[in-house]
């Protein structure tokens, strides 16, 4: 079970939202580069980035911050990144900065094209990042929900050959109200890609109940505002996993 460190970005700042609402941003840190430090150095194996300015803006708005990341952990760690990705272009530039997998998430389900062209030239570098609420999947920051099913989506983008799925509760992002476990494992089991958990991870139970259903394909968990908060020791938590 890999446990995923995330790194908000909003204006340079190292941030956590609740339920995706910019307006209802906590600042965790100025410095992300160094916030990105110390979770490699307490354990972590991953890191997920989010460009928060970028997946409104619908391209790149915090680049610097993501450069001064892959210049401090790139080497030691693997990093993830979504949030404004529309190009290939923007893809090949974050690759050859040194970042091991792009997100695409609000072009996956408006261009369903542009994910399979990405699968195609970027093979091994592409997951797709489904965001839904009650089992439909939203688009824009979260600010637009379609009426597409998450699994029914999530089969055809496998078909793609994306990397895995990271599957978001957005109802209960940043709110520490508990995973939507149940919701991951009927995903995880109605794919042969990986899924990984993210939304309102609360603490060690949720660690316990994710690692229960490891084999139904739910590799790992984003960790938001739970490490920011202390509502889960990240490292006990680690130690965790891996006695397990």
């Excluded at 824009?140 to 379609?146: A, E, H, I, P, Q």
Aim: glycine share 12%; hydrophobic share 45%.
């Amino acid at each position: 079970m890999l446990l995923i460190p995330a790194i908000d970005l909003k204006e340079g700042q190292c941030v956590r939202l609740e339920r995706g609402e910019m307006q209802a941003a906590t600042v965790f840190s100025e410095d992300p580069a160094a916030m990105a430090r110390h979770w490699v150095d307490q354990g972590a194996q991953r890191l997920h980035l989010v460009d928060l300015n970028g997946a409104f803006a619908g391209k790149p708005r915090n680049a610097d911050a993501i450069k001064s990341i892959l210049a401090e952990v790139g080497d030691e760690v693997e990093v993830q990144l979504g949030g404004g990705i529309r190009d290939l272009d923007t893809i090949e530039r974050y690759l050859d900065d040194g970042l091991s997998f792009v997100i695409i998430g609000t072009a996956a389900v408006k261009n369903p094209g542009f994910l399979r062209d990405a699968c195609s030239a970027f093979g091994g570098h592409i997951f797709v990042g489904l965001d839904a609420r009650d089992g439909k999947v939203a688009t824009d920051g979260w600010s637009k929900l379609t009426g597409h099913e998450v699994v029914d989506l999530a089969r055809k983008f496998q078909d793609y050959g994306v990397e895995g799925v990271i599957y978001t509760d957005i109802g209960r992002d940043g709110m520490l109200t508990g995973i939507n476990v149940d919701a991951t494992v009927r995903l995880a089991e109605a794919l042969d890609v990986p899924v990984i958990a993210s939304g309102g991870l609360s603490g060690m139970a949720d660690i316990e109940k994710l690692c229960n259903v490891e084999s139904s394909g739910v590799e790992g968990v984003i960790c938001g505002r739970s490490i920011y908060t202390g509502a889960l020791d990240f490292k006990a938590a680690l130690q965790y996993v891996e006695s397990r």
